[in-house]
């Protein structure tokens, strides 16, 4: 593929300022990239590959808002290769079994998104066949490190009470809150416990299908939503059971994200 040679691209991330910056990075590479669509969950993906022929590649973060996007990979054959951007770098093997060109750490540097597209450009222009027998040999390789580069979720915190350690199951807790730079976690029941993670840490070992960074504040299991409102500038009020002291809110970034994730979680 000569360098001035147009391709084309889909773009998967749930951060609407990310994806504004990841395309003004596109275009100070120098490469002439049609972007055919921005997605920014699981399931819109799947419903749009679903209906799509497949772009000549695929950027994607790794954490969506309604589950990872290796989900979408699993579900679906799209043949086409992915570059991979996420905040963690967890998941790098496992990146590689599905046409995984590269994976970037999130903040992306300039000179490693042009680097990776030089790598796409310079795969694309060998052989198909060698294309195909590569990731062919790459996802046998990767099919058996499978058991130990999967995601592996919390099934249960042990916390203090008085002077004992008590197991809470992760099936029993509505949410997980900061306050006083503490966090703690309010079971189903009402009960509160201190935590010693921070909401960062929790949220990557717990099941995405099953939690939900709401805000800052807050990381909240699909059994604790009542309802959810309309607010101001586009944010939505969230009703948890057990109340919190506080009003819980989604930002309007997440907000669709927020909603395509509980849909999927009823």
């Not at 395309?23 to 990239?33: P, S, V």
């Amino acid at each position: 593929m000569p360098f001035n040679t147009p391709f084309t691209c889909v773009i998967i991330e749930d951060e609407p300022l990310a994806v504004s910056r990841l395309e003004k990075m596109l275009e100070k590479t120098g490469y002439r990239i049609e972007i055919l669509g921005r997605i920014e969950s699981v399931t819109q993906a799947i419903q749009w590959f679903s209906s799509n022929p497949p772009p000549q590649l695929i950027l994607s973060d790794i954490q969506l808002g309604d589950g990872i996007s290796f989900q979408i990979f699993e579900k679906l054959q799209v043949n086409c290769p992915v570059i991979f951007t996420t905040s963690y770098d967890e998941y790098a093997i496992r990146a590689f079994k599905v046409q995984s060109i590269d994976y970037l750490l999130k903040p992306i540097k300039q000179e490693d998104l042009k680097a990776a597209l030089d790598k796409f450009v310079a795969q694309k222009s060998q052989d198909t066949h060698h294309w195909s027998e590569f990731q062919q040999q790459m996802a046998s390789i990767m099919s058996q490190l499978d058991p130990v580069t999967k995601p592996k979720f919390r099934e249960r915190f042990l916390v203090r009470q008085a002077d004992q350690l008590i197991p809470i199951p992760v099936g029993e807790i509505a949410y997980f809150f900061t306050r006083n730079d503490w966090t703690c976690i309010s079971t189903l029941e009402g009960k509160q416990f201190l935590v010693d993670f921070r909401l960062d840490d929790l949220e990557q070992m717990l099941d995405p299908s099953l939690f939900f960074r709401l805000n800052r504040q807050f990381l909240a299991s699909a059994a604790s939503l009542r309802k959810a409102y309309n607010h101001l500038n586009g944010k939505l009020k969230i009703d948890l059971e057990p109340l919190p002291e506080e009003e819980v809110f989604v930002s309007r970034e997440k907000a669709s994200g927020f909603k395509t994730w509980w849909e999927s979680a009823i």
